[in-house]
Nanobody, 126 residues
Framework: QVHLVESGGGLVQAGGSLRLSCAASERTFSNYRMGWFRQAPGKERDFVAAINWDVGNTYYADSVKGRFTISRDNANTMYLQMNNLKPEDTAIYYC????????????????????WGQGTQVAVSS
């Protein structure tokens, strides 16, 4: 069982920046891919970004390309640097880990991931 803990959320004005962190309870070399999803009030959970842990390939939703950057360290922490934040970025942000490659990962859907954190709130004021 992998435990994921997010941190770094908060309230920021439009145009500001936040950096989210996701710490895993074990070394993440055992995970194939880790990702960030978000869920706004009354909406479905959406894919934000993902990274393949071994080679570092990254994937982004069109809505965040050029503004968000996903990265990881060499141990067990993943990051999401969020710049030029917009009110529509307001949501609970969740990190997730997929232990192995599946075809579902190509669709960037939540069902492809095995473990989830509890989420961290991001609020962007206009």
């Amino acid at each position: 069982q992998v435990h994921l803990v997010e941190s770094g959320g908060g309230l920021v004005q439009a145009g500001g920046s936040l950096r989210l962190s996701c710490a895993a309870s074990e070394r993440t070399f055992s995970n194939y891919r880790m990702g960030w999803f978000r869920q706004a009030p009354g909406k479905e959970r959406d894919f934000v970004a993902a990274i393949n842990w071994d080679v570092g390939n990254t994937y982004y939703a069109d809505s965040v390309k050029g503004r968000f950057t996903i990265s990881r360290d060499n141990a067990n922490t993943m990051y999401l640097q969020m710049n030029n934040l917009k009110p529509e970025d307001t949501a609970i942000y969740y990190c997730a880990a997929a232990r192995r490659w599946t075809a579902q990962l190509m669709r960037n859907i939540g069902a492809a991931y095995d473990y989830w954190g509890q989420g961290t709130q991001v609020a962007v004021s206009s």
